[in-house]
């Protein structure tokens, strides 16, 4: 990260303990660790940005009528926003070697993901509802045919371009008749949960008891 730019050394009075945290296995069955910065009582002295999420029902709702979708995945999204100079210092954490601070917003800060919604918005303001849906890191290209997608993708490229936003092609996925967005499937015929999302529920035994029935 400090390659990157992400962090840098500090000499903030501000620090907050880390954890280092298990990803998931890679695509060669290695487990991927990370490091997060456990914020809580910085979070506590933090003004809430009223700043709305969208509803996930309603972003569903407008995605009815479409036959193409292109889902995109930004790359280590909320690193793609630069953090207010002032307030850079507050982000402060200590590790073995050194004390670092972020220049870049990291995730657990209480207003990370109404401020990124907001950057976003903004950044896809022109196209939001008629070109694409945006939530937080999550964009949705739609269109009713396959030269209009084509048109709508390079309208969102742009948009993204001129605000120096990269996308992490590996987790995106182009050109879709039917795709996962949001914890649901979407396609032409309609929207309909995800299996993978619901099938502990459905695989959870039926309580017998009185008081399964109140641990359910």
């Known amino acids: 990260m400090l390659e990157q730019g992400i962090i840098r050394p500090s000499e903030s009075a501000w620090s907050s303990p880390i954890w280092i945290v298990p990803k998931k296995v890679d695509a060669s069955g290695k487990t991927k660790r990370r490091l997060v910065v456990d914020f809580r009582k910085l979070n506590e002295k933090t003004i809430s940005d009223k700043y709305p999420i969208p509803n996930i029902s309603d972003v569903l709702d407008k995605l009815g009528n479409c036959q193409y979708f292109t889902t995109l995945d930004l790359a280590s999204g909320f690193y793609q926003v630069e953090m207010n100079p002032s307030d850079i210092p507050k ?113 959870y035994p039926l309580p017998k008891t009185a008081k399964e029935i109140k641990q359910f």
């Open 91 to 203: 982000t402060a954490f200590n590790v073995e070697h050194g004390h670092f601070e972020f220049l870049r917003m990291p995730m657990g800060l209480k207003n990370s993901p109404s401020t990124f919604q907001h950057v976003m918005d903004n950044v896809l303001r022109d196209l939001q509802n008629t070109v694409c849906l945006v939530y937080l890191d999550d964009i949705i290209v739609f269109s009713t045919s396959l030269q209009e997608h084509m048109v709508n993708l390079e309208k969102v490229f742009q948009k993204l371009r001129e605000s120096n936003f990269k996308i992490q092609m590996d987790k995106s996925e182009f050109l879709k008749l039917e795709t996962a967005y949001l914890g649901h499937i979407i396609s032409k015929d309609g929207i309909k949960p995800n299996p993978s999302k619901i099938s502990a529920i459905e695989k």
